[in-house]
């Protein structure tokens, strides 16, 4: 039996979810989006997000912006904790490895991230934190 998967409890994000599940991945058009399953780093459970991407190569990038929150979002904390999770993009679910791009990597992929959503740098400047890169790589 499938291990239950528990949604964003953000209700905007929890209902983008869903609206990604029932269109095959098409929620938003001319957006990019993934959903993103981590394994909590407290509780085990699996946990699922809905995040804008870019592509660099191979790898899929996901800022870890929290709306300019100046804590870290929980599925961050989760993968730097393991970093082993699973993403679906479009109908295809495939596992993958993420990590946190290094201090040479950020600036060029943080730029691409702005081109692909600009409030970024709106999130940026109401943080005092570093908003975390994240390149993402399918397994298979």
Not at 8 to 17: F, G, L, R
Not at 25 to 38: P, S, V
Not at 72 to 87: E, I, K, R
Request: with cysteine; aromatic share 8%; hydrophobic share 40%.
């Amino acid at each position: 039996m499938a291990e239950d998967i528990s949604d964003s409890p953000n209700p905007w994000v929890a209902e983008h979810i869903r609206r990604f599940v029932e269109t095959n991945g098409n929620a938003r058009t001319g957006m990019n989006d993934l959903l993103l399953t981590t394994r909590g780093r407290r509780s085990g459970k699996l946990r699922r997000t809905v995040l804008v991407y870019a592509r660099d190569d191979d790898c899929y990038v996901v800022a870890a912006s929290n709306a300019g929150a100046d804590r870290h979002p929980a599925w961050y904390l989760n993968l730097v904790a393991d970093p082993d999770v699973t993403v679906q993009v479009g109908a295809q679910a495939f596992p993958a490895r993420a990590r946190t791009a290094t201090a040479e990597q950020r600036p060029r992929l943080w730029q691409l991230m702005i081109a692909m959503m600009p409030s970024y740098r709106e999130y940026e400047k109401a943080t005092a934190r570093d908003i975390p890169v994240v390149l993402i790589q399918p397994s298979r």
